[in-house]
Structures are given as structure tokens and as C-alpha cells.
T-cell receptor, first 114, second 115 residues
Framework: ETGVTQSPTHLIKTRGQQVTLRCSSQ?????VSWYQQALGQGPQFIFQ???????GRGNFPPRFSGLQFPNYSSELNVNALELDDSALYLC?????????????FGEGSWLTVV | AQSVTQLGSHVSVSEGALVLLRCNYS??????LFWYVQYPNQGLQLLLK??????LVKGINGFEAEFKKSETSFHLTKPSAHMSDAAEYFC?????????????FGIGTKLQVIP
């Protein structure tokens, strides 16, 4: 059973550019969530996808968007990058969107915006 | 609304000493509670979780946590610290919000183990 995998692991972008981060969920999981973890902070919830639909969103602007595909893999897209977007982006998957489910995290994608 | 407070952003213990990492939560409904560990340059790994039932929860690597509703606490303990326990620990609370699982994390506690 493979866990949650993310790509790329590290990337550097220039302010104003766009970035796409990718995630493969754990086998059998239909729910994917994305989190932003700034340096020295806990993960902050960006949004959740359940069966290809966004069903929950945190306090992030619309330039943060996502997709979930029929195989339940997911993408996080960030447009018009700002310096403050520099962070570790974590993808997590769970069996479904139930409250007590364990969410399993990938290793993350480190984004640096210069 | 729900929130998580982790008391002490940095905790140092001697190898072999008791580890106690504090977590208090606020939630308007009975919460589901988690502790995760993050090693340098890695993602988060689940240590343990509380959903319902027994209030003392045992996790991996010898860690355990006790859910105390009256104190709204979910402190993490380990009887004897190992060097390999040095990492950052996050407490999290989960509840249903409009049909999705909303998980709120604390700011984290960095554990240093001194030889």
C-alpha cells in the first residue's frame, strides 16, 4: 500500500508566477486536503476535495485553487505568487470526509517565492 | 469555532526523563483529537488519536495522551525520552463543518532531548 506522494519536493518561483503542486492520495482514499505550513507555524487548512468536488475551504484567497481527478489524485494551483506564499505545502488524504478519520500526510512540497 | 493551544513552543528534556507536551482545545461540540509528529524536512506522522471511548490513548513510539473533558486538555506524555524523539509535535482538533472534515492544528512544540 503506497502512502501519500507529492511532487515536486522543492521549487523556486518568482513573484507573480503561477505554480502547480501534485499529490497522489493513499490507496483507497477518496478525500484529499491541502495545507500550508509557513516556517515556525502549524499547518493551515487550504481546502478539501471529496470525490472530485471542493467541499470545504479555509481562509485563503481565490488565487489558491485545486482539482481532484477520477483516480483521486489532486493538484494545488497558486496564481500571482506573493513572497508570503513561501511555505511547505502538505497534501493529506483520508478514507472519506468524516470527522474522525485519520488524515495521512505526504512529505510536502517546499515552495520558495523570490 | 474551534482552536488549539499548545503551551510551550520549545520544550527541553534530558534523555530518560518524562516528556510532557501540553495541549488545550476549545470546541463547541465533542472533538476528535490528534497528535502528529514532524521530523526535520518531513511531513506529519500520526502519533495517536482520540475519537470516542477510553480517554487514555496509546500511540506509537511509547507515547500516550489522556483526554480530559473537564479540563479541555489532551496532553501528550512519554515516560522516558529518547534522542530519537527530538522533533516537532502538533496537536490537532477535528470537527465536521458543512459536510467536510475541518482540522485545526496548534502552533507546534519543538522537543529537544539533551544527552
Amino acid at each position: 500500500e503506497t502512502g501519500v506522494t507529492q511532487s515536486p519536493t522543492h521549487l523556486i518561483k518568482t513573484r507573480g508566477q503561477q505554480v502547480t503542486l501534485r499529490c497522489s492520495s493513499q490507496s483507497g482514499h477518496n478525500t484529499v486536503s491541502w495545507y500550508q505550513q509557513a516556517l515556525g507555524q502549524g499547518p493551515q487548512f487550504i481546502f478539501q476535495y471529496y470525490r472530485e468536488e471542493e467541499n470545504g475551504r479555509g481562509n485563503f484567497p481565490p488565487r489558491f485553487s485545486g482539482l481532484q481527478f477520477p483516480n483521486y489524485s489532486s493538484e494545488l494551483n497558486v496564481n500571482a505568487l506573493e513572497l508570503d506564499d513561501s511555505a511547505l505545502y502538505l497534501c493529506a488524504s483520508s478514507l472519506d470526509s468524516g470527522t474522525g478519520n485519520t488524515i495521512y500526510f505526504g512529505e510536502g512540497s517546499w515552495l520558495t517565492v523570490v | 469555532a474551534q482552536s488549539v493551544t499548545q503551551l510551550g513552543s520549545h520544550v527541553s528534556v534530558s534523555e530518560g526523563a518524562l516528556v510532557l507536551l501540553r495541549c488545550n482545545y476549545s470546541s463547541s461540540v465533542p472533538p476528535y483529537l490528534f497528535w502528529y509528529v514532524q521530523y526535520p524536512n518531513q511531513g506529519l506522522q500520526l502519533l495517536l488519536k482520540y475519537t470516542t471511548g477510553a480517554t487514555l490513548v496509546k500511540g506509537i513510539n511509547g507515547f500516550e495522551a489522556e483526554f480530559k473533558k473537564s479540563e479541555t486538555s489532551f496532553h501528550l506524555t512519554k515516560p522516558s525520552a529518547h534522542m530519537s524523539d527530538a522533533a516537532e509535535y502538533f496537536c490537532a482538533v477535528s470537527r465536521s463543518s458543512g459536510g467536510y472534515q475541518k482540522v485545526t492544528f496548534g502552533i507546534g512544540t519543538k522537543l529537544q532531548v539533551i544527552p
